[in-house]
């Protein structure tokens, strides 16, 4: 019970400090909760430099949000834990979505750049891929649509456009190996 009372007396105590931007609030923070902080990064984003930088942003968002935290709805620990979370997703968001734009660009390059897709097969392997796969990738890469018009040409959402672009890619991908 008296290590209960510690625990709320000193989460006040950092509470206090954050929301009055003294920077011995983050220095308490750190020292109490960084290893389990940097525990969910670790298992979230797999990677050492990844879970390092993600902590500093989830830190930052914490002196920042500090007087968004109410007591009320629960620990301080249980909000800093959702706060990393919520960072880790976005930054695996954004590293999905570099890879999607990474693959389009490769294949843009490949049409746009030096490179004749008909020279290297590219125009064969289409054929190998299931055929909603193959118009997707006829529309934005040798006719030049963008994803929007190529989604209205098909008569498709653009979201399942993206999806399917993505999925097309990779498969194109693996047949180039």
Do not use: H
């Not at 954050?18 to 609030?25: A, E, H, I, Q």
């Not at 050492?48 to 002196?63: G, N, P, R």
């Not at 800093?80 to 979370?85: G, W």
């Not at 030049?144 to 979201?159: D, R, S, V």
């Amino acid at each position: 019970m008296a290590t209960e009372n510690l625990k709320v007396q000193r989460e006040e105590q950092i509470v206090r400090l954050l929301r009055s931007k003294n920077p011995d609030g983050l220095s308490l923070l750190y020292d109490q909760y960084a290893k389990m902080l940097y525990g969910l990064l670790m298992q979230m984003l797999r990677n050492t430099s990844a879970a390092e930088e993600a902590l500093q942003d989830t830190l930052v968002k914490i002196w920042n949000k500090a007087d968004s935290f109410d007591p009320e709805k629960g620990r301080l620990i249980t909000w800093c834990l959702q706060i990393a979370r919520n960072t880790a997703i976005d930054r695996l968001r954004v590293k999905r979505l570099n890879q999607v734009y990474e693959s389009e660009d490769s294949l843009k390059t490949i049409q746009t750049g030096s490179l004749n897709p008909e020279t290297i097969g590219v125009r064969d392997l289409l054929q190998k891929l299931a055929p909603e796969y193959r118009e997707i990738l006829e529309l934005l890469y040798f006719q030049g649509f963008t994803q929007t018009e190529a989604a209205e040409a098909l008569n498709i959402p653009l979201g399942t456009l993206k999806t399917r672009c993505y999925a097309a890619i990779n498969q194109l991908g693996a047949l180039f190996t």
